[in-house]
Structure formats: structure tokens, C-alpha cells
């Protein structure tokens, strides 16, 4: 996926069978299940008319950026505002749950062995792709693992249908938007038809969870039968276009993601933090070392601490933010790249994480940020986020009341700034 700090990648329904040379891309002998949940739970009457008088002024809007009547027509002919869309927006696992209980799915057994299993049953194919675009095969499969568990769960929902709600209702209102137009530009080129064109709550479609701006940007037709079919069974399109997309994104080939480190006892933790780049001479001047023994190299890396001085740490390099492009939740980057590395052969994490901790609401994350914003550390917005300038804000508050400087938000923060 490829949004903000609260989703991950995304894309989405309707033109003439005709387009697509008489029933869509990836066609399997009949339409997937898409499951109507604005229908079966009977929306509310004027959620229902403000999203049928939002589709009507949204046309022209459409039109001018080169979408057809036609196309528009079409798309909209069956769609109603749904709920469900709204409600799952506001439960992303990357934001709800503590970054342990995150890595427990995402990094568990049996995506281990499952995406094993992929690595050997598309070798050749992945082969191929790693010599184009230089990008490690298990990072790729690993990507393929987290967006759709390998192809069986590539959403549910009629994607124009979850785009327009989130246009007319949601909490991003015009990044949808732009999402929609992109989607409507993908059904009116002919790469699929409305019957497959289904996805996630936040319009995500395919193997790898491709939002529409970015599949018009990144999606490659690797099997060269001219159409960009990340949707049916045969995930090559969808392997080869994930790949595109993080060498577009930096990827430098060779690199790692990033890796576990031990810290020494007495650590400064103020020297942590996304941005803050040293060389892997000076990690290990601090004391650094590998968690799993072997030598931190000489490349340019951060020191990313996601729980704290009380779990695992990581120093991360460029590739790092490569994924990130996809989706900038550090628990999704961090997801990705340790199962890349489990696929490589490589084991568990080796620091326990703080058992006891637990990850703070939306509207605790809302409140810290206000109540250190009126304390005079500014986090730039209260929306719950926990970026930049919220972590170097509590990196200050930390400092200031003499407190290990690592910029975790825990509870027990709040529990201070509650108190000051």
C-alpha cells in the first residue's frame, strides 16, 4: 500500500466488457465475490442521497480530467455509500495494535513457511524479476505476504464504490478523490472491468495492493500480454510492478533494509531517530552491535527504537524508506523487511519486547499531542499520528524531566503529562 502515516497501498470499477476484449483482465471463468455491505446493512437514507448528490457533482470534475461520460456512467450505475467502508478505515492493525502483536501476524509461522513455499513455486518468474529491477525476490514476496497473504484475501469490496465513499465521507476526503479519478482512468484504459476490480476498505486492488495513482505510475505488464493485470490468479504482474515501484522508490540493490542491534548499557537514546544518520563506524563506536553477531557495515544507517529503550531496535538504511514508500507505518516496513530476512533463512527478533506495554488509543495519541503542544513542545497537529515533530517533542519533554530521551509514546508518558 502507499499512504500516509495511516494506510498502506491502494487502487479500485466499471466500463464496457467491450474495452477489455469481452470480460476484463484476469478473467478466471466468472466474477470474483464482491460482497455489497452498504446494501446489507441498510445505510442511512441521507448518507445515501448525500453520496448520490456528491457522485452528480463530481462528474464534471471527472469529465475535465479526461474521464468519459461513458466510463463515469458505468461506474456509478451500482453504487451506494457504505458503511463498513467508514468503520474499517478507522481499525488499520499498523495503528490499533502494539508493534509486537503486529509482527505475531505479520511475521507468524505460517507466513514464513507460506511465503517459503512462493519463493520455490515462482522461482523462475522471480528470478526474472530480481535481474530487472534489482530487488531481492524476498523483499517482493514478503511485500505480497503483508498486502494479501500471498493472493488469498485481495479484498472484498467494489472498489469505486469504497473510493466514493471515502470522497464523500472519509477523513481524507481529497486524496480519495484523486484515488478515484485514478481508478476511473484504469477501467476506461481496458487493464480490467468493474466485475474484478475489487480491493480493500481504502480502494487497494490486487496481489500487492496497488492504489490507483500509483498502479497508473508503477504498474508494469511483465508477462507481455498487453495489459498491467495485477488482479487475477497469476500474481506475475503484480510480483514484477511491487518491484518497479521500490526501485523507483531507491531501492539499491545489495543493501539492507535494516537489522536488529544491541544497545550498551547507559545508552543515549537521544541520538535515535529517523532521520538522524551516522556511519556504521560511529554506531559501533557507541557500542552498537548486531544482534544476531555479525558486523554492523560501514553504510549510512539511523537508529530506530520502536518501543523504546525496552524492545527491539533496529539502524535502518536507505531501503528502509523504500518500503516506506509503499506504506509509511514503521510497523509495516518493519513487518516487511523481518519477513524478507525469515525468508532469506534468518531467524525470530532476539530482544524480547515490553510485555506489559500497550499501544495508546487514537484519542490518547490525540491527547499527548495536546497536552505537550500546551506544555510548549509543539507536535505540529493533533491527529493522533505519531510523526516527526510529535517524536522529537517527546524526545524534548523526555529531556526536560529527565527521562531516557527514545521518543516512545507510552502510556505512561501520557500518565505524566497528565499530571504536569
Known amino acids: 500500500m502507499h499512504i500516509s502515516r495511516t494506510f498502506a497501498a491502494i487502487a479500485i470499477a466499471a466500463v464496457l466488457s467491450a474495452c477489455v476484449g469481452g470480460g476484463g483482465a484476469g478473467q478466471t471463468g466468472s466474477s470474483p465475490t464482491v460482497i455489497k455491505y452498504g446494501r446489507d446493512q441498510n445505510p442511512d437514507p441521507a448518507k445515501v442521497a448525500g453520496l448520490n448528490a456528491w457522485v452528480e457533482s463530481f462528474r464534471p470534475r471527472a469529465l475535465s480530467s479526461g474521464v468519459s461520460a461513458t466510463t463515469y456512467d458505468a461506474a456509478f450505475s451500482d453504487v451506494v455509500y457504505n458503511p463498513v467502508v467508514i468503520e474499517r478505515s478507522m481499525n488499520q492493525a499498523e495503528f490499533t495494535k ?3 502483536e503486529y509482527l505475531e501476524t505479520a511475521v507468524s509461522d505460517k507466513r514464513v ?6 519463493l520455490a513455486r515462482y522461482d523462475g518468474v522471480l528470478n526474472q524479476i530480481e535481474a530487472t529491477y534489482g530487488v531481492d525476490k524476498e523483499v517482493v514476496v514478503a511485500v505480497w505476504g503483508m498486502e494479501s497473504s500471498y493472493g488469498e484475501k485481495r479484498g472484498d469490496l467494489p472498489l469505486i464504490e469504497a473510493l466514493a465513499t471515502l470522497s464523500y465521507d472519509g477523513r481524507r476526503a481529497e486524496f ?3 484515488q478515484l479519478l485514478g481508478a476511473l482512468k484504469i477501467l476506461q484504459a481496458g487493464d480490467t472491468d468493474s466485475r474484478h476490480m475489487i480491493g480493500s476498505w481504502a480502494g487497494a486492488m490486487g496481489h500487492t495492493q496497488f492504489i490507483p495513482t500509483s498502479y497508473l505510475a508503477f504498474a508494469v505488464d511483465f508477462t507481455g500480454d498487453g495489459r498491467r493485470d495485477i488482479w487475477s490468479d497469476d500474481p506475475t504482474d503484480a510480483l514484477a510492478s511491487t518491484a518497479a515501484y521500490l526501485a523507483r522508490s531507491g531501492w539499491q540493490q545489495g543493501q539492507p533494509w535494516g537489522m536488529e542491534v544491541t544497545l550498551p548499557a547507559g545508552f543515549n537514546a537521544a541520538v535515535s531517530g529517523k532521520n538522524a544518520k551516522r556511519s556504521g563506524a560511529d554506531w559501533r563506536a557507541m ?3 548486531r544482534a544476531d553477531g555479525g558486523a554492523i557495515p560501514d ?27 509503499y506504506n509509511q507505518a514503521d510497523s509495516y516496513v518493519i513487518g516487511v523487511g523481518h519477513l524478507s530476512d525469515r525468508l532469506k533463512g534468518g531467524g525470530p527478533l532476539k530482544t524480547p519486547w515490553p510485555a506489559g506495554d500497550a499501544t495508546l488509543r487514537l484519542s490518547e495519541r490525540m491527547e499527548l499531542q495536546e497536552r505537550l503542544t500546551a ?7 493533533t491527529d493522533g499520528n505519531v510523526g516527526p515533530k510529535t517524536y522529537a517533542a517527546i524526545k524534548a519533554f523526555q529531556s526536560s524531566r529527565g527521562l531516557v530521551p527514545d521518543g516512545y509514546p507510552d502510556r505512561e508518558l501520557l500518565d505524566l503529562l497528565r499530571r504536569s
Request: glycine fraction near 18%; proline fraction near 2%.
Open 287 to 289: 557500542g552498537l552491535r
Open 113 to 118: 513457511a507460506n511465503g517459503r513455499a512462493m
Open 176 to 178: 480519495f478523490q484523486g
Open 375 to 381: 506544555a510548549g513542545y509543539d507536535t505540529g497537529g
Open 299 to 325: 553504510g549510512q544507517a539511523a537508529l530506530l527504537l520502536p518501543a523504546g529503550v525496552k524492545g527491539a531496535a533496529f539502524l535502518i538504511y536507505r531501503n528502509f524508506h523504500a518500503i516506506e514508500r
Open 98 to 100: 502494539s508493534l509486537w
